[in-house]
């Protein structure tokens, strides 16, 4: 079975604290992405990696970065993060294009 | 730069009703088209995808797409849904860079 991990369910952090969000795959996928959904937006792509070190902006990636040193884990970091970025962040992983997208089961981020 | 559109952002139907839910994308080159489900405080799932071949894919839950080139349209249909089948449907469309972009999502309610 597929498996998409994502280290913290539910986090709180302060204005202008510094959020990492770490997700790992099993699946030995070359594609990862992170996206963030919110009531109304849907699903709206931050970033994504198609290989190690490997990089695209999504569509809104203005407030955050990403890090892929190894093929199984990508993380989402929030450099400093503000209450707009309160959302539930997915991370999800595919083979290639057109390949199924495996989703895990989200990170709840508060902003407070 | 791909885009989605899902036209309806809620669509109520009586149960064993039949039922359209409606996605239009833009693309300048061929597509890979998804759509995914997410059932009430769960996480996403795919429902059925289209990648080439015939224009009518089937897909779980006695679900169906149909990939309209000349429409730029890939609508999901249901000849009689079910409560259980609640949720909100996302469409989601992929060039062969990798991008996976989502539509803002359809909620469907069910009606007794």
């Known amino acids: 079975d597929v498996k998409v991990t994502q280290s913290s369910r539910y986090l709180v952090k302060r204005t202008g604290e510094k959020v990492f969000l770490e997700c790992v795959q099993d699946?030995?996928?070359?594609?990862m992405f992170w996206y963030r959904q919110d009531p109304g937006l849907g699903l709206r792509l931050i970033y994504f990696?198609?290989?190690?070190?490997?990089?695209e902006k999504g569509d809104i990636p203005e407030g955050y970065s990403v890090s892929r040193e190894k093929k199984e884990r990508f993380s989402l970091i929030l450099e400093s993060a503000s209450t707009n970025q309160t959302s539930m962040y997915l991370c999800?992983?595919?083979?290639?294009?057109?390949?199924?997208?495996?989703f895990g089961e989200g990170s709840w981020l508060t902003v407070v | 730069a791909q885009s989605v559109t899902q036209l309806d952002s809620q669509v109520p139907v009586f149960e064993e009703a039949p039922v359209e839910l409606r996605c239009n994308y833009s693309?300048?080159?061929?597509?890979?088209l998804f759509w995914y489900v997410q059932y009430p405080n769960q996480g996403l799932q795919l429902l059925l995808k289209?990648?080439?071949?015939?224009?009518l894919v089937k897909g779980i839950n006695g679900f169906e797409a149909e990939f309209n080139k000349s429409q730029t349209s890939f609508h999901l249909r249901k000849p009689s849904v079910h409560i259980s089948d609640t949720a909100e449907y996302f469409c989601?469309?992929?060039?062969?860079?990798?991008?996976?972009?989502f539509g803002k999502g359809t909620r469907l309610h069910i009606l007794p």
């Open positions: 989601a469309v992929s060039e062969s860079d990798d991008k996976i972009i």
């Open positions: 693309s300048s080159v061929s597509v890979y």
């Open positions: 699946m030995d996928h070359e594609n």
């Open positions: 990696s198609y290989d190690v070190k490997m990089k």
């Open positions: 289209y990648l080439s071949g015939s224009t």
């Open positions: 999800a992983t595919a083979q290639s294009s057109g390949n199924t997208i495996y």
